[in-house]
């Protein structure tokens, strides 16, 4: 019989397969769809010199913002630097080294390293800091630069409801980079709020086939912060 995929816990799932050194893709955006459990677990684990692949860091005292407080990253490859002033203050003190990578580009990086594909051309960044150093080449009369795609020892994820074989549905915008990133790494580790029964879902329900997963643990709780609240005052009230 094969080994089960489900762990008990976050530190548990992590426990053989985080190391210092290591590159990390890890899913949401912005605060939504985040693996707050597993980066929490992360944060304990001590790993340090982390390169993490992710559109941007979380805020200041929660997702990825509580790895730059305890300086366990070194590197940043993301889209947006956001809400968070400590990845503001280390990236412009040069303490921490960040490669901006526009938004759309940083997904396809993703995919096409989950998909075997090792570069690709964008059209997006000619003309710009982005291109520097970079191959060039004209298609149909209009210049594109060359991208390498990214792969990721490690990718950390969070997905809404997972059966016991790691097949994955998605909630709504936290079906954003996750499945790009469970792709990406080559030990995938996912964060659900439920796990059902291999064979409960309908096949066309699945987002993200269980081939991807390696390991899967139970976060039923999440906190779901929202990264920045917007009020409206209503009328007569």
């Not at 089960?4 to 990390?24: F, H, I, P, R």
């Not at 912005?30 to 790993?47: F, H, Y």
């Not at 000619?126 to 149909?140: C, P, Q, S, Y």
């Not at 964060?191 to 390696?214: A, K, M, N, R, Y």
Request: proline share 3%; glycine share 10%; net charge negative.
């Amino acid at each position: 019989m094969s080994q089960s995929k489900v762990y008990n816990s976050a530190e548990e799932a992590l426990k053989g397969v985080v190391s210092d050194g290591q590159t990390l893709a890890i899913g949401g955006f912005g605060l939504c769809g985040i693996p707050e459990a597993l980066i929490e677990a992360l944060r304990d684990s001590k790993v340090k010199e982390l390169t993490c692949i992710s559109n941007n860091a979380g805020v200041d005292d929660f997702g990825l913002g509580l790895l730059l407080q305890t300086r366990q990253i070194k590197k940043m490859i993301s889209s947006y630097v956001g809400e968070n002033k400590e990845f503001e203050r280390q990236y412009l003190a040069g303490e921490l080294e960040v490669e901006l990578t526009p938004q759309g580009t940083l997904a396809e990086k993703l995919r096409s390293g989950g998909a075997g594909i090792p570069a690709f051309y964008t059209a997006t960044g000619v003309g710009t800091l982005v291109a520097e150093g970079k191959e060039t080449r004209d298609f149909d009369g209009r210049t594109y630069v060359l991208e390498h795609s990214l792969r990721a020892d490690v990718a950390l994820i969070k997905a809404q409801k997972a059966d016991k074989a790691g097949n994955l549905i998605f909630n709504k915008t936290a079906r954003n980079f996750n499945p790009d990133c469970a792709m990406a790494g080559k030990t995938t580790i996912v964060e659900v709020e439920e796990i059902v029964e291999t064979g409960t879902f309908d096949p066309d329900e699945v987002h993200l086939p269980g081939i991807f997963v390696q390991r899967i643990v139970l976060n039923a709780s999440p906190e779901k912060r929202i990264e920045k609240t917007t009020t409206k005052a209503v009328e007569g009230a």
